[in-house]
């Protein structure tokens, strides 16, 4: 510990660069996690996934930029987790943006981490919307077999 407080003594401009990042990252999350987490249907974790579309070009930039802005938001939330923030969060929101094989096992996973399910459902009532759940809803076929 000794040894990286001399290292940023030695070098000042990092500690304004990883304090601004901070900084700007906790009001980032502050900012945009709760709505975020207010626009996911609340059987997010139990409807049947669409299978990707590759039928124009188009499909396929959109599909790598989605998973290279998913997998930014994944580093954030990674950085979070030792500087100010809701790392879990962002981790949980940038795992839900990439595709990727066994995704819903992940989510799911993370999910039932305790405080994570009740920290989106906070965020959801903040707007009014339905809690998420993690019981399938009676008549729905149960997709993570």
């Given at each position: 510990?000794?040894?990286?407080?001399?290292?940023?003594?030695?070098?000042?401009?990092?500690v304004v660069w990883?304090?601004?990042f901070s900084l700007i990252s906790l009001?980032?999350?502050i900012a945009c996690l709760p709505t975020l987490i207010a626009r996911l249907p609340s059987d997010y974790f139990f409807k049947q996934r669409k299978i990707?579309?590759?039928d124009h070009p188009r499909h396929l930039i959109l599909f790598g930029?989605?998973?290279l802005f998913g997998f930014t938001v994944f580093l954030v939330g990674l950085l979070l987790l030792f500087l100010?923030?809701?790392?879990?969060l962002t981790i949980l929101i940038g795992l839900m943006l990439m595709n990727y094989p066994g995704k819903s096992r992940l989510e799911q996973k993370?999910?039932?981490?305790?405080?994570?399910?009740a920290s989106l459902n906070w965020a959801r009532g903040r707007y009014n919307v339905t809690p998420l759940t993690l019981e399938r809803p009676t008549g729905q076929p149960d997709s993570f077999k």
């Open positions: 510990m000794i040894a990286a407080g001399n290292w940023l003594a030695h070098h000042p401009i990092w990883l304090s601004s009001i980032l999350s990707a579309r590759w930029l989605k998973n100010p923030g809701q790392g879990l993370i999910v039932r981490i305790p405080g994570v399910l």
